[in-house]
């Protein structure tokens, strides 16, 4: 069983950044694959990056692709997402999401969500 918890989430202007965290439960985090994935309103949770559990590959959304960084800290037991150049239409909640030994483009590719956090892109 993995717990996630999300912050870092909040208010800023076009152009910004941000940077979330997402701390992990558990003494096996380095052996989980995690996501980040958003969901504006009134829309389908969409995938937004993600991080491989062996060899920390990256991959990224083509609209996130260039701004957008994906990283971990197995010792911290914490992924990261560091935004820059945000843009109104990055304005959505935010979860972070693990699989064991696993990844994926798609929601039904993980077994574990954090609760959220809100990013707010004014123009």
């Known amino acids: 069983q993995v717990q996630l918890v999300e912050s870092g989430g909040g208010l800023v202007e076009a152009g910004g950044s941000l940077r979330l965290s997402c701390a992990a439960s558990?003494?096996?985090?380095?052996?989980?694959?995690m996501g980040w994935f958003r969901q504006g309103l009134g829309k389908e949770r969409e995938f937004v990056a993600a991080?491989?559990?062996?060899?920390?590959?990256?991959y990224y959304a083509d609209s996130v692709k260039g701004r957008f960084t994906i990283s971990r800290d197995n010792v911290k037991n914490t992924v990261y997402l560091q935004m820059n150049s945000l843009k109104p239409e990055d304005t959505a909640v935010y979860y972070c999401?693990?699989?064991?030994?696993?990844?994926?483009?798609?929601?039904?590719?993980?077994?574990?969500w954090g609760q959220g956090t809100q990013v707010t892109v004014s123009s």
């Open positions: 999401a693990a699989r064991y030994h696993g990844w994926g483009y798609a929601v039904r590719n993980y077994d574990y």
């Open positions: 558990g003494r096996t985090f380095s052996s989980y694959g």
């Open positions: 991080i491989t559990w062996s060899t920390s590959t990256t």
